[in-house]
């Protein structure tokens, strides 16, 4: 399975998971507390800037990360130039872009074993309460790991599609990928049921 690990190596991923991940909560709630459009576009301008500290690689990896954005983006902007306030609409994009690349940033630095260390650290006050937590890392675990995988399916398939028809895919590959979905999920299932299950 694929990480969402950049395979270009910087500082911050010797950073400790945990003070990344408090960075990012305080980011984001800065985030949601400023309404001006210039500070949000002066966030955005500030965030690729670090996206493109470490290189190109890093910088190409991160924007491809990012991309499934856009037609969120699209939405925003479109509704409520209809409505007739787009600087509204641009604050609230930018905002959007904003945290979720600062998110990405840190999945991207930051390995699945450190971000699980931050989870299983939470979880330990449930664990005094005789609470087992075992099910729960795993399955952030799962979802951290099947998320790349998924969306390379997805894809996949879309190119596969594209390939063989001129017409946009849209609803009909939604069947072929919950097959592929369902498909890993029994792999992994029988994988850890060979390992002893939970």
């Given amino acids: 399975m694929i990480s969402l690990t950049s395979p270009v190596r910087t500082r911050a991923h010797g950073w400790p998971a945990g003070a990344k991940l408090a960075a990012l909560c305080v980011a ?3 985030l949601f507390a400023w309404s001006s459009l210039w500070v949000q576009g002066a966030v955005a301008l500030l965030v690729l ?3 493109a500290a470490p290189g190109p690689v890093f910088l190409r990896y991160g924007l491809r990360r990012l991309w499934p954005l856009w037609p969120f983006v699209v939405i925003l902007l479109g509704y ?3 409505i007739g306030s787009p600087e509204t609409g641009a604050v609230i994009a930018l905002r959007m872009v904003s945290a979720v690349a600062l ?3 840190v999945t991207m630095t930051t390995g699945l074993t450190q971000m699980m260390g931050v989870v299983s650290w939470m979880l330990a006050p449930t664990r005094r309460l005789g609470i087992g937590t075992r099910a729960i890392e795993l399955a ?4 951290v790991r ?3 995988v998924l969306a390379d399916k997805g894809r996949g398939l879309t190119q ?3 390939a063989r028809a001129a017409r ?3 609803w009909r590959i939604v069947v072929p990928f919950l097959v592929l979905a369902l498909d890993d999920a029994d792999h992994v299932a029988d994988a850890l049921r060979a390992r002893g299950g939970l």
């Fill in 103 to 105: 998110a990405n940033l």
């Fill in 28 to 30: 984001t709630v800065a």
């Fill in 140 to 143: 952030v675990a799962l979802v």
């Fill in 80 to 82: 409520h130039l209809w």
């Fill in 168 to 170: 946009r895919p849209g």
């Fill in 160 to 162: 596969a599609w594209q």
């Fill in 146 to 148: 099947f998320t790349p």
């Fill in 49 to 51: 800037c670090i996206y």
